[in-house]
């Protein structure tokens, strides 16, 4: 069996207005009709394969976590950090409180998959290298010179994967169009699978002092229910770390495999409007000429324009590759090569 570990931590600050602190971009319905939240409970529901998920989150996600887990995920664990100490800590504590055997698939909750049959798929091919002691990266087929993600270099085969020649962070257009053209990368999705014990055996190899930290955590944590709050003062010294540079960049053990399942990190309102175009659904508006409308809006001449309004009626004429988003009394409006930048506003991260 395959334990899912959502990780369910940050709050989207490329999406604001929609998504804020209060209620983060994992916990809204940004595609299709459920939340980004619950499709990947979703995905990680096939009782053959799937034990019950370990959701690790913070304290001001709990209540959306809580009631958007529903009652068919009632064996479902919860791991709440004290803080945010990025994907390396986050994934110990829960790689701490399984069996040493336990085969973890580490799913980021905030992402979009199209094709959930593609996906178990790749998943059981993975849990099957984990089970050997490889620690899994998940490459997605690399459809676009990305600019914005990682990169995973494919090198020899091993079973039903590859070792990973080299990562790559985010690169320029033209090194992104290189590797694109070449064949011979991935996108890095953030995706992973290995065995509870391997992950833990590499982390106090490569991070000492933040493995000690996350086990001195667990053993001094308690449990309410099915809730576990691990040590805070304790968790206090973990270096804030993502597992690819804390483990996957390091050890000697790294492979991949190859994902096609219709991937999307929701990363900006253009992977939004993109995501949208290719599984529509009855609260969005569409036509020919690109444009996509939630809620309230008329537009005349416009292309590639999306508008999503929680309220108020929005016109535009005679637009192109524009954004409008309305969320309450906030109005977002930008070019969509702007989007990137829609985190660095002022009092986006504070609301």
């Known amino acids: 069996m395959i334990v899912p570990v959502i990780l369910c931590g940050g709050i989207g600050t490329r999406l604001w207005p929609r998504s804020r602190a209060a209620k ?20 990680c529901g096939d009782k053959d394969t799937f034990a019950a998920p370990i959701i690790v989150t913070g304290d001001a996600h709990m209540a959306h976590v809580e009631d958007q887990l529903g009652s068919g995920n009632t064996a479902a664990q919860i791991i709440v950090e004290p803080e945010g100490k990025n994907t390396a800590a986050a994934i110990a504590l829960a790689a701490a409180r399984l069996p040493a055997d336990a085969v973890m698939l580490i799913c980021p909750s905030d992402h979009h998959i199209s094709d959930d049959a593609a996906f178990l798929q790749t998943a059981q091919a993975a849990a099957r290298l984990a089970g050997d002691r490889w620690l899994v990266a998940f490459g997605i087929e690399a459809k676009t ?77 308690a449990t309410e229910g099915r809730t576990f709050y691990p040590d805070a003062v304790s968790f206090a010294s973990v270096e804030s770390e993502s597992v690819d540079y804390a483990v996957m960049e390091n050890t000697d053990r790294a492979v991949m495999v190859s994902a096609n399942f219709g991937w999307s990190d929701i990363g900006n309102w253009e992977a939004v409007h993109a995501a949208r175009q290719q599984l529509p659904c009855s609260a969005d508006n569409f036509d020919a000429d690109g444009n996509l409308a939630r809620g309230a809006a008329e537009l005349v001449g416009c292309r590639n324009v999306m508008i999503d309004s929680d309220g108020p009626r929005v016109s535009a004429i005679g637009l192109e590759d524009v954004v409008i988003i309305v969320d309450g009394n906030d109005i977002l409006v930008t070019h969509r090569q702007g989007v990137q930048k829609v985190g660095k506003l002022s009092g986006v991260t504070g609301q």
């Open 145 to 221: 010179p990305e600019t914005g993600f990682g990169y995973l270099k494919q090198g020899e085969a091993i079973k039903e994967g590859y070792r990973i020649a080299r990562f790559v962070e985010k690169p320029d257009r033209e090194t992104a169009e290189r590797f694109l053209q070449s064949g011979e990368y991935s996108w890095n999705g953030g995706i992973f699978a290995f065995r509870a014990e391997t992950y833990l055996e590499e982390l106090k190899r490569y991070r000492p002092a933040l493995h000690a930290a996350v086990t001195r955590s667990v053993a001094g944590g």
């Open 24 to 43: 983060a971009k994992p916990f809204l319905p940004l595609v299709g009709e459920g939340t980004l939240f619950e499709a990947t409970l979703r995905r």
